[in-house]
Structure formats: structure tokens, C-alpha cells
T-cell receptor, first 114, second 111 residues
Framework: NAGVTQTPKFRILKIGQSMTLQCAQD?????MYWYRQDPGMGLKLIYY???????DKGEVPNGYNVSRSTTEDFPLRLELAAPSQTSVYFC?????????????FGPGTRLLVL | DQQVKQNSPSLSVQEGRISILNCDYT??????FLWYKKYPAEGPTFLIS?????DKNEDGRFTVFLNKSAKHLSLHIVPSQPGDSAVYFC??????????FGSGTKLNVKP
């Protein structure tokens, strides 16, 4: 199992450009999450999904969009990149919603908006 | 509004001694707490968790203590090893849909 994979590893964007951060998991997990981590800060939830076709906002959804057409994939879309979106983005997945289950994280995508 | 806080950005401990990492939270609805460990250029990995119905959970060298009245939890690592050097995040949730993370504590275990 590859676990949770994220592409690209690093990207530089110009202000106003758009891009999609890719996330895939091969563990057949229902739950998937997108977080961002700013320097010296904790992870903040952007969006999450409890299954294919179902998504919901987290703490900091503004400027982002998501879709979940399959169980495996959960892409994060930035439409109009802004310097405030410079961050490290982590995707995570989880089997479900019980006390025994936790999140498995991908290696992250470092995004720089100039 | 930071609902989960880790007030110590860094901690340095000698190998073999105890490491104590602290975490405070403000939302009394949180009923499940987790600790994650993160190495540079990697995603966080799950370490240990505790439900609000317990006040202690152990897993090998790692123990998490929960004080609900003080809205405080701590992670004890005994004995500390150089391989434990990493950033540790505490996290909390009340519905397993949304998780709230602290800002992390960077632990350095000196040989």
C-alpha cells in the first residue's frame, strides 16, 4: 500500500493563477481531509469529505474548492492564488468515525505564491 | 480563535530522561484527544490518543494524561530517545469530522 500520496511536492504560483493539489489514498478510507500548516502554526482544516460525493467546509475554506468523485481521490482546487495561501498542504484519510480510528497523512505539498 | 494551544514551542531533554509535552484546550465539547509526531518533510503520524472518559492512556514509552477540569492534557515520554526528536502536535475533536490542532512543540532529545 502506498498510503496517502500527494502531488506535486512543491510548486511556485504567481498571484491569480490557479492549480489543483492532488491527493489519493489506496486504503479504501471513507474520510478524507485537507489541512494547511503555516509556519509556527498548527494544522488548520480546509475541507473534509465523509465519502464519495460528500464534502463539507472546515475552519479555513475560503479560496479553496474540493470535489470527491471517487473514494480514492480528493483534489483541492485553488482558483485565484493569493500570497496568503503560501503554506504547506497536507491531505489525510481515515477509515471512519470511531475512537479506534485516526488519520493517515500524506507527505505534504509546499506551495509558494509570489 | 485557537481552541487547542501548545504554549511551549520547543523542549530540550537529555536522553534517558522524561519528556513532558503540554496542551490546553478551550472547547468543553471536545471528547477525544490525539497526539501526532512529525518529522521534517513528512506528514504527521499518529502516536497515541485518549477518550474523555479516561484520564490516562499508556502505550509503551508514551503516556497521555487528561485533566478535564483544567482542560489540559500532557504527553509523557519515558525514557526519551534521540529518535523521539520531532515536532509533536496535540489535536482534539468532538465529532471525528473536524480536528483541531495545536501549534506544535519541537522536542530535541540530546544524546
Amino acid at each position: 500500500n502506498a498510503g496517502v500520496t500527494q502531488t506535486p511536492k512543491f510548486r511556485i504560483l504567481k498571484i491569480g493563477q490557479s492549480m489543483t493539489l492532488q491527493c489519493a489514498q489506496d486504503m479504501n478510507h471513507n474520510y478524507m481531509y485537507w489541512y494547511r500548516q503555516d509556519p509556527g502554526m498548527g494544522l488548520k482544516l480546509i475541507y473534509y469529505s465523509v465519502g464519495a460525493g460528500i464534502t463539507d467546509k472546515g475552519e479555513v475554506p475560503n479560496g479553496y474548492n474540493v470535489s470527491r468523485s471517487t473514494t480514492e481521490d480528493f483534489p483541492l482546487r485553488l482558483e485565484l492564488a493569493a500570497p496568503s495561501q503560501t503554506s504547506v498542504y497536507f491531505c489525510a484519510s481515515s477509515p471512519g468515525q470511531t475512537v479506534q480510528e485516526t488519520q493517515y497523512f500524506g507527505p505534504g505539498t509546499r506551495l509558494l505564491v509570489l | 480563535d485557537q481552541q487547542v494551544k501548545q504554549n511551549s514551542p520547543s523542549l530540550s531533554v537529555q536522553e534517558g530522561r522524561i519528556s513532558i509535552l503540554n496542551c490546553d484546550y478551550t472547547n468543553s465539547m471536545f471528547d477525544y484527544f490525539l497526539w501526532y509526531k512529525k518529522y521534517p518533510a513528512e506528514g504527521p503520524t499518529f502516536l497515541i490518543s485518549i477518550s474523555s472518559i479516561k484520564d490516562k492512556n499508556e502505550d509503551g514509552r508514551f503516556t497521555v494524561f487528561l485533566n478535564k477540569s483544567a482542560k489540559h492534557l500532557s504527553l509523557h515520554i519515558v525514557p526519551s530517545q534521540p529518535g523521539d526528536s520531532a515536532v509533536y502536535f496535540c489535536a482534539a475533536t468532538y465529532n471525528f469530522n473536524k480536528f483541531y490542532f495545536g501549534s506544535g512543540t519541537k522536542l530535541n532529545v540530546k544524546p
